[in-house]
């Protein structure tokens, strides 16, 4: 894994090796095995790399063709690049590494731009073709690694992470206020804007081309729509050529020169591509977990202790403190932008915890995005059922909703009822978003003193296509290209590559997430029942009582945290005289949204989290003179 930066400078002037090289020092973490910046007249590449496969001299970032007519600069790993070479020997070409990179440089010398559509893997590059005069970006299909850009008349700045960019001479930093109700709404700004006026993100499965003084961007990739309901559909079709692909997927992703290891939660997903690896492995294979103390409503360690004893793994195990929220500016700092999902904490800790002895882990992401596994796929569908109950009973049940206390424990009850209720008085896909968002519209006009005539939601409902497939079906395309790539992707990017680790995410194979959108969407969610068809290739490795359990994601307890021992900390920032001073929101109404958490009236843990961000993401990017990191402190 790796980070790059680089600079274009669109008036033909050259590019300057000091300002590469302050940017290429920002992405250090990402890369700390070798880094270097190379001038190429008018285009400026530098990398830093993390030496994962081939960790010879000769695979140092860029890369450079036998000739120096190619230059790459490269983030991630290509999974198929040893099976392409043969053809491409046969073609005159040769290889002095075993580096991906290499191989990429060969199939564009074959392919052009397009080279792109042979490669299995996750990957950002940019790629300077000297004699052509012709820079190319691009981004792997579902958006597993990141790449922005700044533009204006005289050059275009692009690089793995917002903070590298920022280094470049007259980039501005200015919040764009126009992004606010989203992220309220939403805990993140969602592609390809950013929080930041005039820098955008590179969509996933797109390709930019700068050539004669024209930029062209286009995509090469989209999630293939989801197959829909088909009451003819037979789960046992499906469940050995899915068991097949995702084998497949897992034994490509042990391609390393390094020690790799597992993320493992004890959930279905980590299992599942924990028991495969096993099946691959000459050793036991090393897991890593994490786990919360004082709350055990969270704490999936049990669960992870028995599957790891089960497969006969090299486990280890974290526990989280509440003073882990020391870590938040060393996080917003990593994020670059303010980011709501408080999961953040514990996916860096058990990545630091990991790369204490791995440099690379595989991990479970993509098989609820993949297989409908969260509640609110089920949820979106009951809407219409419960609007079909008559108007007293609805309105008794919200009236009794709004009444309950919300308790900090995972799933409280009070809070998902609320949230049910009020999602279900809009259509099922409006209520399907409204089932995962942070701040309520009423929420955002107390904060921001009125409403802000934006719609937090019309860019997601456009996210959901209206051609007459059922829900389920058109939800699982919805959630492919927003909350995937926007959130749970920048998440395990940032905080992995923050500790240095690379990870690597099966599910997330292109091919299989073809073949999953294939099958029918009633043998993904049936009834209540989610991600059935997975349920079935997990039959036979793994026990019946981990594939059924219920789902239970990667939370943190921030709302018993925020409510005892961390209530003066979020006081002390969010009610700042300089953080009031900002003009975001009405004047007392942050006070009262942190009243009412701890009196335990409304549960605002992830609300809190989310201005918590946004306030030290102000301090730390636009506040300050140059933006620099904080230091970690645990």
């Known amino acids: 894994m790796c980070g790059l930066c680089g600079v274009l400078s669109l008036d033909g002037a050259p590019a300057a090796l000091p300002a590469l090289e302050a940017m290429n020092a920002c992405l250090e973490h990402r890369g700390p095995d070798q880094g270097r910046a190379l001038v190429l007249g008018m285009c400026g590449l530098a990398s830093r790399r993390l030496a994962v496969l081939d960790l010879s001299p000769a695979a140092a970032l860029p890369m450079q063709s036998a000739d120096g007519a190619i230059t790459v600069a490269y983030n991630g790993e290509i999974y198929n690049h040893l099976a392409l070479r043969p053809a491409l020997e046969q073609r005159g070409h040769l290889f002095r590494t075993t580096s991906d990179v290499e191989t990429l440089i060969a199939l564009y010398r074959e392919h052009g731009p397009r080279c792109v559509e042979h490669l299995r893997g996750m990957f950002a590059f940019a790629l300077w073709d000297a004699p052509r005069g012709r820079l190319v970006l691009a981004r792997d299909r579902l958006g597993k690694k990141p790449l922005y850009l700044y533009r204006d008349a005289r050059r275009l700045v692009f690089a793995s992470e917002i903070k590298a960019i920022l280094r470049y001479p007259d980039v501005p930093r200015r919040f764009d206020r126009a992004q606010l109700p989203l992220l309220l709404a939403y805990g993140y700004v969602p592609a390809p804007q950013t929080a930041f006026e005039g820098i955008e993100m590179l969509l996933p499965g797109t390709l930019l081309v700068v050539e004669d003084g024209a930029i062209r961007q286009e995509t090469y990739w989209s999630p293939p729509p989801a197959a829909p309901a088909d009451p003819d559909a037979r789960l046992e079709d499906y469940v050995e050529p899915l068991r097949a692909a995702l084998d497949e997927a897992v034994r490509l992703r042990l391609l390393s020169d390094v020690p790799l290891g597992a993320f493992l939660s004890g959930g279905l997903d980590s299992s599942l591509i924990v028991a495969l690896m096993a099946r691959h492995a000459t050793e036991p294979v090393k897991t890593f977990a994490i786990g919360f103390s004082g709350e055990a409503s969270y704490d999936e360690t049990p669960y992870a202790r028995r599957v790891a004893t089960l497969l006969g793994t ?226 036979g490795i793994l026990p019946d009582a981990i594939i059924d359990r219920p789902k239970h994601g990667f939370g943190v307890p921030v709302g018993r945290w925020f409510r005892t021992e961390l209530a003066p900390y979020a006081r002390e920032i969010l009610l700042d005289p300089a953080a009031q001073a900002r003009g975001l929101f009405r004047p007392g109404a942050v006070e009262s949204l942190l009243d009412e958490h701890e009196r335990g009236r409304r549960n605002h843990g992830q609300r809190i989290w989310l201005l918590l961000t946004l306030e030290w993401w102000h301090r730390l990017f636009i506040d300050a003179e140059t933006p620099a990191a904080p230091g970690e402190p645990l």
């Open 314 to 539: 090299d486990h280890h195990e974290f526990v989280v403190e509440p003073d882990a929220i020391e870590l938040l500016p060393f996080l917003v700092w990593h994020h670059d932008q303010p980011f709501g999902d408080s999961s953040a904490i514990p996916t860096y800790l058990v990545s630091k915890h990991t790369r204490e002895h791995v440099t690379v882990a595989l991990s479970g992401d993509g098989g609820d995005e993949l297989f409908a596994g969260y509640e609110r796929f089920y949820a979106a569908n009951l809407v219409a059922r419960y609007r079909r109950l008559p108007d007293a009973l609805r309105g008794a049940v919200a009236w009794a909703a709004d009444r309950l206390p919300e308790a900090t424990s995972y799933r409280g009850p009070a809070q998902r009822v609320r949230r049910f209720v009020s999602g279900a008085a809009r259509s099922p896909e409006a209520a399907y978003f409204s089932f995962v968002r942070l701040f309520d519209d009423a929420q955002i006009a107390a904060l921001l003193g009125g409403a802000s005539g934006a719609d937090p939601d019309a860019h997601f409902l456009m996210c959901v296509p209206q051609d007459g497939r059922d829900l389920t079906a058109r939800l699982l395309d919805a959630n492919l290209t927003t909350y995937l790539p926007d959130d749970l992707l920048i998440k395990a990017d940032r905080s992995s590559m923050a500790a240095s680790l690379e990870t690597r995410a099966p599910f997330l194979d292109h091919v299989l997430v073809e073949m999953a959108a294939a099958i029918p969407s009633n043998l993904k969610l049936r009834g209540a029942t989610t991600k059935a068809v997975l349920k079935e290739v997990a039959r």
